[in-house]
C-alpha cells in the first residue's frame, strides 16, 4: 500500500463544535477539490475560528505547506496532495441552482435531499420552519450520526460567489452577473462538512488494500448502508467516487459515505417507491442500480424496492478494493439489468474466502436470495472475529454464541478509544456490530456463511 500520499493527511481531529457559521462570508474558501455534476466542492475554514502560526493566514499556510510538500514529495501523487488539511479542516459543497427561483423557501424545497445527513444545528432556527416538499413531511428526513455516513454541520443560501476555477469549468451554472451566458440563479444552497484527503475511487487509483484491510473497507460500506436502511434512507447512487476517506491513527482508511442528492428517505421507512409514470427517478448512475431497480416497469401499482438496493453496489464496489474494474461499468460489459450470476468474474485470489461469498450473494439478481446489508455486515464480522463460532460447522449452540458476544463486549470496552484523535475503524465497527445486533440477522449471517443460504433455524435454542 501507497501511504505516501497521505503523510500529513492521517486521522484528523473532528473540527470543534461551534454556533456560528450561517453565512458564506463566515469562511475561508480555498482551492477546489471536487466536482460533479451537480455541485463543487471547495475547501474552506472559519473565519471565527482561532488562527493559528502567528500573524500568518490561513491561505498563506496553506501555500507554504504545499510548497514544503512539493520539495519532500516532488510532483507525485499530487492529485491526492490538493489542500491542507490542517488549515482548512471543513469543505463546502455549492450546488448549482438551475431552479424556478433564488428564494431561500425554493431552494431549500427543491434540494431537501442534501439534508439528510444535516446535523440538529445545521439549519437556522427560522429556516427550520419552512414547510418542505416530497417525502419529506415538515422538516427534511434526518439521519443521526454514523462513523461511515457524512455530517453536514451547517446549510444556508447564500449568493453564488466567484470562486476559483468558476469561470473556466462550470461557467453555464453561474448567474447573468457573473457570467452573461450562464444559465445559473443568483442564489443557491451552501452544505458545511468535513475535509476529507480524497475519495475511495482517488485512494484506489494508487492503493491495493490487503485481504483484511480491504474487508474492514467493505464491511464499512455495509455499516453505512445498514444504518441508512434503518431510518429509513437508501442513497441510490452509491459509488466510489460518492466515498470520502481518510486514514484513522493506526493507517486503516475510515469510509464515510456523501453526495445524498439522488437519495430517497421516507418517514415511514419502507424504502418502496411508487413507480407510477417515467417521470419518477430510480435514482443515480443507471451502471450501479440493482437489477430489481434498472428492470422495474412503470404502472399505477408498481412499486420499487430499495430496501437491498445499496447493498448491491457494495458488492460491485467490492471489485474496485480489491484491485478489478467494476463489473458494472460499461467499459466492462455486464449490465445489471440482464447480466447472469455465473458471468461475474473472480475475485482476485487473495481475497478473504467471506469477502468472496459476501460479495457473490450481494450480487445475487432475486432480492429475496440476497443478504440484507444488516446480515452482510454480522458475516463479515464473524469471519474476523468469530472463527471459533463457525469453527464446529454450524453445532454451535447459544452458550458458544453468547461467550463469544460476552468476549466481544469485553474487548471492545477494554479496547476503548486509541490515542487522542478518537476510535480506531476496528473499534468503531465492533461497537456498531453489538450496537445493532439482532439474534435472528445472525443466526441468517452462520447460515449463509456454512451454507450459502438462510436456513430456518441455524442454532439450537
Request: net charge negative.
Amino acid at each position: 500500500m501507497n501511504h505516501a500520499v497521505f503523510r500529513k493527511k492521517r486521522f484528523q481531529t473532528p473540527p470543534k463544535p461551534f454556533t456560528s457559521g450561517y453565512k458564506l462570508e463566515n469562511y475561508i474558501i480555498g482551492n477546489q477539490v471536487g466536482k460533479g455534476s451537480n455541485a463543487a466542492v471547495y475547501e474552506a475554514a472559519a473565519r471565527f475560528a482561532k488562527e493559528s502560526d502567528g500573524q500568518r493566514s490561513l491561505l498563506q499556510l496553506r501555500e507554504e505547506e504545499e510548497e514544503e510538500e512539493e520539495e519532500e514529495e516532488g510532483e507525485t501523487d499530487r492529485s491526492l496532495t490538493c489542500c491542507s488539511l490542517r488549515n482548512f479542516p471543513l469543505a463546502i459543497k455549492m450546488m448549482w441552482n438551475f431552479g424556478p427561483s433564488s428564494s431561500s423557501e425554493d431552494i431549500l424545497k427543491s434540494m431537501s435531499q442534501e439534508l439528510v445527513p444535516a446535523g440538529a444545528l445545521a439549519l437556522k432556527q427560522e429556516k427550520e420552519q419552512i414547510t418542505l416538499d416530497g417525502d419529506f413531511g415538515v422538516l427534511p428526513k434526518r439521519v443521526s450520526a454514523h462513523p461511515n455516513v457524512i455530517t453536514v454541520y451547517r446549510a444556508f443560501t447564500a449568493d453564488v460567489p466567484l470562486l476559483p476555477g468558476a469561470l473556466e469549468e462550470y461557467p453555464d451554472v453561474l448567474p447573468p452577473r457573473l457570467n452573461p451566458n450562464g444559465l445559473g440563479n443568483d442564489c443557491t444552497l451552501f452544505l458545511v462538512m468535513k475535509n476529507y484527503p480524497c475519495t475511495l475511487r482517488q485512494y484506489l487509483e494508487v492503493s491495493t488494500p490487503g485481504g483484511r484491510q480491504g474487508a474492514l473497507m467493505v464491511l464499512q460500506l455495509l455499516e453505512g448502508v445498514d444504518h441508512l436502511c434503518r431510518q429509513g434512507v437508501a442513497h441510490r447512487d452509491l459509488k466510489s467516487d460518492n466515498v470520502l476517506l481518510e486514514l484513522d491513527s493506526a493507517g486503516c482508511p475510515r469510509l464515510v459515505i456523501t453526495d445524498f442528492g439522488c437519495c430517497l428517505a421516507q418517514r415511514n421507512s419502507s424504502l418502496q417507491l411508487p413507480f407510477k409514470g417515467p417521470g419518477v427517478s430510480r435514482g443515480g448512475n443507471p451502471s450501479l442500480m440493482a437489477p430489481e431497480v434498472i428492470t422495474a416497469v412503470h404502472g399505477s401499482d408498481v412499486m420499487i424496492d430499495y430496501s437491498k438496493a445499496d447493498a448491491w453496489a457494495v458488492g460491485a464496489i467490492s471489485y474496485e478494493i480489491f484491485g478489478q474494474r467494476n463489473p458494472f461499468y460499461r467499459s466492462v460489459g455486464l449490465e445489471s439489468r440482464s447480466y447472469e450470476e455465473k458471468q461475474l468474474p473472480p475475485l482476485p485470489s487473495g481475497v478473504p474466502v467471506a469477502v468472496q461469498l459476501v460479495t457473490r450473494l450481494l450480487l445475487r439478481r432475486n432480492p429475496s436470495k440476497r443478504p440484507s446489508a444488516r446480515v452482510a455486515a454480522d458475516m463479515l464480522h464473524l469471519s474476523l472475529w468469530g472463527q471459533e463460532v463457525l469453527a464446529d460447522q454450524g453445532s454451535a449452540g447459544m452458550r458458544e454464541l453468547v461467550d463469544w458476544l460476552l468476549c466481544q463486549t469485553a474487548v471492545v470496552l477494554l479496547k476503548g478509544c486509541r490515542g487522542p484523535s478518537g476510535k480506531s475503524v476496528e473499534a468503531e465497527l465492533q461497537r456498531s456490530f453489538l450496537s445493532n445486533l439482532e439474534l435472528e440477522d445472525l443466526r441468517s449471517a452462520v447460515g449463509f456463511l456454512l451454507y450459502g443460504q438462510r436456513p430456518a433455524m441455524i442454532l439450537s435454542a
